[in-house]
């Protein structure tokens, strides 16, 4: 298996995406972005013990060095006190505005770490080390980066984007499978929203990635890359298609928030969110119902959920009513015109919405 590199192309601000086996410990993937000699690794309690050395040790064969930072595991961590911990960290070994921050880990530390490096001393270069499969096809690339509040999911955060993406697929290899599964939720999504062909091919290999097989696994995490870097270059802030990506996230945040962080893994309300979507396009006409059953299906034989909790129609309303997408208080919503093929629908009938959500 070799390696593949992608560039997210955003001018002076563009990147590679490195994607292959063993790729932690390439000294030559990280050496051109660790010049000014120090970096701090951001981890979580999990990946660190299982990941940190291989990597520390790659920074020191560049000259570089490190220290670590570790956050304890879980979505109810990403948030604002558990940044401010790392801030002090930060402060303490006295980081400064050249020290790199390589963020180790799933779409958790990815986002904090990213925001802790969008925001210390107003900005500081950082290396998206993505180990689970949905920060490897999605969270590390595109500089999305923040925490979420209370009252909703990634309220708070920033853009900034990576200097680079090392995405090392060995480190797949201990993921446990509901997280691989998460990770399928938002593979499905690059296929639902864009490459039907890519879709189909997910129909017919679904199985092959559950059961981690590697040449399945480099396709499908490269071919999601693609997309994402795609998307990402055409609308880095999101003024427009890039909300496509969102597919499902309006209903899958509600889900989230609700539920309370980490009770539903993100990659779970994504895909009974995305269920959700693909429902309410069908009950307006825009899609054919034989499309939401086709997506059901696949995120069913991924391991997913395709029904949401029970949740009372005004909590999902009030959720809902403070997804990012909104504007002027008119709920955004991704729907599916056919598969292969989603759009933003700015002005989602509160009525149908409502029907919908009570119909359940
Ligand atoms: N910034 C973006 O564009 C973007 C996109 C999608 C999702 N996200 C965010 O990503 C987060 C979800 O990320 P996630 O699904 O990676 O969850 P996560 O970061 O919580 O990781 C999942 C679990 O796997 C563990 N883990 C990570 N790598 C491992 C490995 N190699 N072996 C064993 N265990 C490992 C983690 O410690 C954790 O317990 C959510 O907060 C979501 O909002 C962000
Ligand atoms: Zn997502």
């Not at 008119?330 to 292969?340: A, E, K, N, S, V």
């Amino acid at each position: 298996m070799t390696t593949r590199t992608l560039t997210v192309g955003l001018g002076s601000r563009s990147y590679p995406i490195h994607i292959g086996p063993g790729l932690l410990r390439q000294a030559s993937l990280f050496a051109p972005h660790v010049k000014s000699g120090r970096a701090a690794v951001i981890t979580n309690t999990t990946v660190g013990p299982l990941y940190a050395d291989a990597v520390e040790r790659t920074l020191a064969s560049c000259g570089v060095r490190t220290f670590r930072v570790e956050i304890p595991d879980g979505e109810a961590e990403k948030r604002w006190q558990t940044l401010d911990r790392v801030y002090g960290e930060l402060l303490r070994v006295q980081a400064d505005r050249k020290t790199v921050i390589v963020a180790l880990g799933g779409g958790v530390v990815g986002d904090l770490a990213g925001f802790a490096a969008a925001t210390y001393q107003r900005g500081v270069p950082f290396v998206q080390v993505p180990t689970t499969l949905l920060a490897q096809v999605d969270s590390s690339v595109g500089g999305k980066t923040g925490v979420n509040h209370a009252l909703g999911k990634n309220m708070i955060g920033a853009f900034h984007q990576p200097l680079a993406v090392v995405a090392d697929t060995t480190t797949l290899d201990t993921l446990p499978d509901r997280e691989l599964a998460a990770g399928l939720a938002e593979v499905i999504k690059y296929g639902a929203i864009r490459d039907i062909d890519f879709f189909g091919w997910l129909e017919e290999n679904v199985e092959r990635l559950r059961e981690r097989e590697a040449g399945a696994l480099a396709y499908a995490i490269g071919r999601s890359c693609e997309i994402k870097a795609e998307i990402v270059a055409l609308d880095e802030r999101e003024a427009g298609p890039r909300a496509l990506l969102n597919l499902g996230h309006t209903f899958g945040h509600a889900i989230e928030t609700l539920e309370g962080y980490g009770t539903w893994l993100h990659g779970e309300a994504v895909a009974a969110g995305m269920v959700m979507a693909a429902r309410m396009s069908a009950r307006l006409g825009r899609a054919p119902e034989s499309d939401a059953r086709r997506l059901e299906a696949l995120i069913r034989r991924a391991g997913l959920p395709v029904e949401p909790p029970g949740l009372a129609v005004d909590d999902w309303l009030d959720a809902m009513g403070r997804d990012k997408k909104n504007e002027s208080g008119r709920i955004t919503l991704i729907l599916l015109d056919r598969l292969g093929a989603a759009a933003i629908e700015k002005n989602a009938p509160a009525g149908a919405l409502q029907d919908f959500l009570t119909g359940r």
